[in-house]
């Protein structure tokens, strides 16, 4: 099963708030070209661009790599940013520490993080203040 | 709804060069947060919005939302256009206010597509 992986590695610039998603947009082309499900391909594109938009807008900027294999994608977000203090209150809907910039383009509502446990089959964050987040997003395409 | 009827209720400038006179919109959602917007819209209807940046754009995109319409007479810049026409979709402005457009079309039947949520 490990030839059959698709790696992609993206640059996700923190400093251009507006170009922000392109990683994801990118990601969405390949699995319609890959011919992955619709709902699957709705499901990936939502939390995957909730990730990235949270590495421009908090993480300051990072990477993203994404695994695709016949059965699974794996995206993986890291940055260097100012870190998560306390991942379960992130998690909760509502709470939201955006920037004023960030709220300006209809973000900051503190549903992100639910919105990405919600529609991947599996969300792992690891972060620790003052060195940065890694958050792994796993959808399955057999489940 | 025929976007025709959309054009004409909301008395709406059509600024996209994508065929949009025989697209049919089968629910609509208004909405300034795209946040919002990502996690309770459920079905890939038509966007009202007045906020104006890519992300609205991108937004849709991850939706599959083909269809939006930028309120009280906002115009998007000709990029904001580009990545927009890049991806087939129509874009339209009004100058009615977001809940006036809204209920505008509401009335004519057009649904919402945002889920009841529990309080
Ligand atoms: N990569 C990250 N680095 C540092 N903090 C983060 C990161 N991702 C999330 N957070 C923290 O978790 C909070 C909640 O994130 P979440 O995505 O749920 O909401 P939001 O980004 O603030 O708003 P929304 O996603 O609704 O636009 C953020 O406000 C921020 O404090
Ligand atoms: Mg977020």
């Given at each position: 099963m490990n030839n059959n992986i698709i790696t992609l590695h993206y640059d996700i610039d923190g400093?251009?708030?507006?170009?922000?998603?392109q990683a994801s947009s990118n990601i969405k082309k390949v699995l319609k070209q890959l011919g992955v499900d619709p709902a699957i391909i709705r499901r990936t594109a939502i939390s995957m661009y909730e990730g990235e938009i949270n590495t421009v807008i908090h993480g300051k900027g990072g990477v993203a790599d994404i695994y695709i294999s016949p059965d699974q994608i794996r995206i993986v977000f890291t940055d260097h940013g100012?870190?998560?203090?306390?991942i379960e209150k992130a998690m909760q809907e509502g709470f939201s520490t955006a920037s004023a910039e960030a709220r300006e383009l209809?973000?900051?509502?503190?549903?992100g993080l639910p919105n990405m446990k919600k529609y991947a089959d599996a969300l792992n964050i690891e972060s620790t203040p003052g060195e940065g987040t890694t958050v792994e997003l796993i959808i399955n395409i057999h489940s | 709804m025929n976007l025709k009827q959309v054009q004409k209720t909301l008395d709406a400038t059509i600024l996209?060069?994508?065929?949009?006179?025989?697209v049919d919109v089968h629910s609509a959602c208004g909405c300034d947060l795209m946040s919002d917007v990502l996690a309770f819209?459920?079905?890939?209807g038509m966007l009202l919005t007045g906020l104006v940046n890519p992300q609205v754009i991108r937004t849709a995109e991850m939706m599959d939302i083909r269809v939006i319409a930028f309120v009280r007479g906002k115009v998007p810049s000709q990029d904001i256009l580009d990545l927009a026409q890049s991806m087939d979709m129509i874009v339209m402005t009004t100058s009615y206010p977001l809940y006036t457009a809204c209920g505008m079309l509401y009335e004519q039947?057009?649904?919402?597509n945002v889920r009841k949520e529990q309080p």
């Open positions: 400093t251009n708030f507006t170009i922000a998603g100012p870190g998560i203090a306390d209809g973000f900051g509502a503190g549903m | 996209s060069t994508t065929p949009w006179e025989d819209v459920k079905d890939q039947g057009l649904p919402g």
